[in-house]
Each structure stands twice: as C-alpha cells, then as structure tokens.
C-alpha cells in the first residue's frame, strides 16, 4: 500500500479579533496566545491601530520567500568584492531588542514616526544593504512558527508572533517546503536535519518582545533555519549503542524532560566554567558506585558524537551566512543557535560563529555589522571571552 505524501496542515486559529490595540500580558501562555491573535487580525487587515499615537499604522507585505534547498549552489565568500571591517556587537538582549537597537545605529535620522502620513511605510531604508538588518530566526523543524500560536515563548515564537513572518512567509508554500524537508529528513539523518534555508525579505516586524506595538513598522530581512538537534542525536547514538551499564533508563528520561529553560542554562553554566578554567582536570571517581554515574556522563557525551554535531553545526552556519550574502545582507543580529531545546553547547556554537567572522575566517570582512544578542550579561562576557580567543575587538552599539 502506497504511502500518503507528507504535508502540513494548517496551523487550528481562533477566529481573529478584529480591535488590534493595547495587548495582553506576554508573561503567561494565554496572554501570548491572545498576542498572536491580535497579530494576525492586523496583518489580514493590513494595518494596526497604535493605542499611544491613535494612528493607523499600515503594515507592508513580505517583499519575497526563497527556499535555498541545500543542494543549491550559492557563491562562496571570497568571490565577493564588497570588502568591510566587520564590527562586532554583543549584547544582553533578545533578538527583537538586538535588531531594534542596531536598526536604529544604522539609521538614527529614521527613529520617529510621520503621524500624518497613514501611507508611510515605515521602510528603515531595509532596501538600502547599508542600512538594513536582517536576523537569524531559529526554526522548528517541524512548524512554520514552531508553537506562537499555542503561546510557546522561545525565540522564534516570539519572532512569529511580533511579526507577519511566519503568517505572510513560512506558512506559504516556498515556507512549507522547508518544514516538510526537516519532517522528511528526520528518519534518515535523525536530529541532523537539513541544511536548506528559507530566506524572507522585507518582513515587517510590529511588536516589542512584551507584545506592545512598534509606533513604526521595521522592516528586516530574516533567515530561518534549524540547528542540529544535538540532544536527538545524542539519544539516537544511545539507541544504536544499547544502554550502557549501571545507566538507569529513569534517569535519562527524567534529564530529558527538563524545561527548555532548565537545558539552555544549564549548557550556558557548563560553558562558562569550561572557559573560566580551561585546564580543568577531570573528577576522580570516589567509590565503585559513582563510577556508574560518571560513566553515564562520558557515554551520553562521547566525544566523536559531539565532534560530529560540531561539524554539522559549522556547516549549517556556514550556509546561512552564505544565503545572507547571496541576498546583500551585510548588518545582521545572529545569536545562541540552538542552545536551547535543541541542546547544543554554547562554547561550541560562539567559537563557530567566532571563527567563521573573524580574522582568518571564511566570511572575515563580508559582514558590515553583525548583533549578537544572548540574554543576559553574564553570557554576554563568556562571548566576549570567545570573541578575544579569535583576534576579534567587540564594540558597544548604542543606538
């Protein structure tokens, strides 16, 4: 019996609310939920109301979607003339705030809004590659917008539900194909994935991270992609493996079932005390017992797995900045990609990206500016600390 193509079916929606003004909460999951609503009405309607200005704020549609599967060919890095001396910014922001605050930087004479002007649209010269911005959003690999319309709260949720992206872009059908190859891919290449890309430009960006609506639209270019699943390939390398013994099937399941949340600060500690104490030694084994806990530790991070999930890491980043490129995408805001449910390692995913820019590096000179927004302060100088490691001298964006 024949299979059934795969597809993805529609994203279940409430009917829309047609008074896009004041938000909800965005600190709890109904507040979002009713967040994503709102968007959606505004952007079916072509505009939203701001509730602070009381003027129509019209919103202008998705300028294109390109799916760059990964067999296509792209130009390489250094055939491109165009020559710059990369500046690098760190920041201990989210996403959103990270390409609002380097928008701003790039165009500070475009920071207010024409309140009489209803056909103002808002551009931040995003058609200029001088002045615009383009962000790396990082994607599900199995729903355009990953949970925003059940009031998930990661980073690309949060893009989706601030923006026509995944409405407008990702749930059309050059959007759809990439979704469909990751479901595709999973069975043969497990939590690998697939280095394709969907590139979206001009994509209009109405909210703040809280849900409060921007007094002018921003337009950005946005590149979605999905990282390596390191914490499903890690469990796929134990299947293949058997359990090793003394290794309690619980305690593994309990470890991945933590949050979201709970992973991603966990590997941002690991990282940090990698690199405060580089020539850290490894514990000795105190009693027979024990020794079975750390031999667990050892197995679920074998040190082959992990070096394969670098190089697939590499390669995936290698080919959104390669799209970037192809698209004249020169000031981007870049961060943690897939440190989070996907697990992993920060260390490892700074010094890629570090690598790739810096002196030396592959893409060294191609970008004008590049944003990374990671969290908190605290994250922000273990980059920094990878930042040094690969020659390059962070500055301070102010916008």
């Keep these: 019996m024949a299979s059934k193509p795969l597809s993805l079916r529609p994203h279940p929606r409430q009917p829309p609310t047609l008074d896009p003004t004041i938000p909800p909460s965005s600190k709890n999951r109904a507040g979002r939920v ?47 003339d165009t020559r710059y001396e990369t500046r690098i910014h760190i920041l ?74 995944a409405v407008s872009s990702l749930e059309k059908e050059e959007g759809v194909k990439f979704h469909i190859l990751c479901k595709r891919s999973e069975d043969k ?18 909210r703040e991270d809280s849900g409060e609506w921007l007094e002018r639209v921003q337009r950005v270019g946005v590149v979605t992609a999905a990282a390596v699943n390191a914490g499903l390939v890690r469990r796929r390398e134990r299947e293949k493996a058997g359990w090793k013994q003394g290794e309690k099937k619980g305690e593994v399941k309990k470890e991945e079932e933590k949050s979201q949340e709970e992973k991603s600060q966990e590997e941002t500690k690991d990282a940090k005390e990698k690199y405060k104490n580089k020539s850290m030694k490894e514990k000795k084994e105190k009693g027979k ?41 020169r000031n981007l805001v870049l961060g943690s990609f897939g440190t989070g449910v996907f697990r992993n390692n920060v260390e490892m995913v700074a010094r890629t990206w570090m690598e790739l820019l810096g002196p030396d590096g592959e893409f060294e000179g191609n970008f004008q500016r590049i944003a990374f927004g990671v969290l908190d302060d605290e994250t922000v100088e273990l980059w920094e600390g990878f930042a040094k490691d690969a020659g390059i001298v962070v500055e301070e964006l102010q916008g």
């Design 189 to 206: 290449r497990g939590g690998y994935y697939t280095d394709s890309v969907v590139w979206s430009g001009g994509v209009s960006v109405l």
């Design 289 to 329: 017992g024990k020794g079975k806990t750390r031999e667990k530790v050892e197995f679920i991070f074998d040190p082959e797995v992990e070096q394969r999930i670098a190089t697939g890491m590499k390669k995936r980043m290698t080919r959104i900045l390669e799209v970037c490129l192809h698209h004249d995408a």
């Design 34 to 80: 009713q967040i994503t609503q709102t968007t959606i009405s505004a952007i079916q309607a072509g505009f939203y109301l701001h509730p602070t200005l009381q003027t129509r704020i019209p919103i202008p549609p998705i300028t294109s979607t390109v799916f760059h599967s990964e067999t296509a060919s792209l130009r390489s890095a250094s055939t491109y």
């Design 92 to 165: 201990p922001l989210t996403t959103l705030a990270a390409t609002s605050l380097l928008i701003k930087a790039l165009n500070p004479r475009s920071t207010t809004t024409n309140n009489d002007d209803e056909s103002n649209n808002n551009d931040d010269d995003h058609g200029d590659p001088a002045k615009s911005v383009t962000l790396l959003s990082f994607a599900s690999a199995t729903k355009p917008g990953g949970g925003y319309l059940t009031g998930a709260s990661a980073q690309e949720e949060t893009i989706a539900r601030s923006s026509n992206l």
